[in-house]
């Protein structure tokens, strides 16, 4: 089945320190959803976005739908250490949930 | 504040050995989803329910079988367990069939032995 590609695949930091993470895929999106996954835990949607170009922040995270609809970033700014986790892309075509395609996730670990 | 509870939480079986996982959401949520999570790889649909009743088959539905009964609950089978199917399992609901607001539970860890 088709998977996104997430670079990096893992990151050691700094508490302080930014983090940029993108997603790419073969295909085009028309929805591209950021999700974090505590340790031992689902994962919780941070961000949705609909619109190529489009550039949405909560709090401290910033993501951006890149304007070829194939890819997409993730910035965290000031990191802290409850920012450790595993963060998810996610990008579907037509809407439905059913159709939504899963990044392979990377992994964050934020040093005090 | 229970969201979606996933029982159990861990679980070793035996290679051809069957058995449940059980999905609860408290949402009202219409749409519930099961997926499977392992490494190096992203999260993988399964199967889902688009109503009371309704399931359909998702990425990687082979060796796996659903029942939904009930709106609130969602339950995946094993009907005999091979160790290909050691993963993390994930279910999750929503209120509408489109993308975005996915609530996830806590995951089930089985290992198949």
């Known amino acids: 089945g088709q998977q996104l590609n997430q670079s990096p695949q893992s990151m050691f930091i700094q508490e302080g320190e930014d983090v940029s993470m993108n997603c790419t895929s073969s295909?085009?999106?028309?929805?591209w959803l950021w999700y974090k996954q505590d340790p031992g835990e689902g994962p919780v949607l941070l961000i949705a976005?609909?619109?190529?170009?489009e550039l949405t922040s909560n709090g401290r995270l910033t993501a951006q739908f890149g304007t070829t609809r194939k890819d997409s970033f993730l910035n965290i700014s000031a990191s802290i250490p409850s920012d450790v986790g595993i963060y998810f892309c996610?990008?579907?075509?037509?809407?439905?949930?059913?159709?939504?395609?899963f990044g392979t996730g990377t992994l964050l670990a934020v040093q005090p | 504040n229970a969201g979606v509870t996933q029982t159990p939480k861990f679980r070793v079986l035996k290679t051809g050995q069957s058995m449940t996982l059980l999905c609860a959401q408290d949402?009202?949520?219409?749409?519930m989803y099961w997926y499977r999570q392992d490494p190096g790889m992203g999260l993988r649909l399964i199967h889902y329910?688009?109503?009371?009743?309704?399931?359909a088959k998702g990425e990687v539905p082979d060796g796996y079988n659903v029942s939904k009964k009930k709106k609130q609950n969602f339950l995946l089978g094993l009907e005999s367990a091979a160790p290909s199917q050691t993963s993390v399992y994930f279910c999750a609901s929503s209120g509408q069939p489109t993308n975005e607001k996915l609530f996830f539970g806590s995951g089930t860890q089985l290992s198949v032995l």
């Open positions: 329910s688009v109503g009371e009743g309704t399931t």
């Open positions: 996610a990008g579907a075509w037509g809407g439905a949930t059913n159709k939504l395609i």
């Open positions: 949402m009202n949520h219409e749409y």
């Open positions: 295909s085009i999106f028309n929805t």
């Open positions: 976005l609909y619109k190529a170009g």
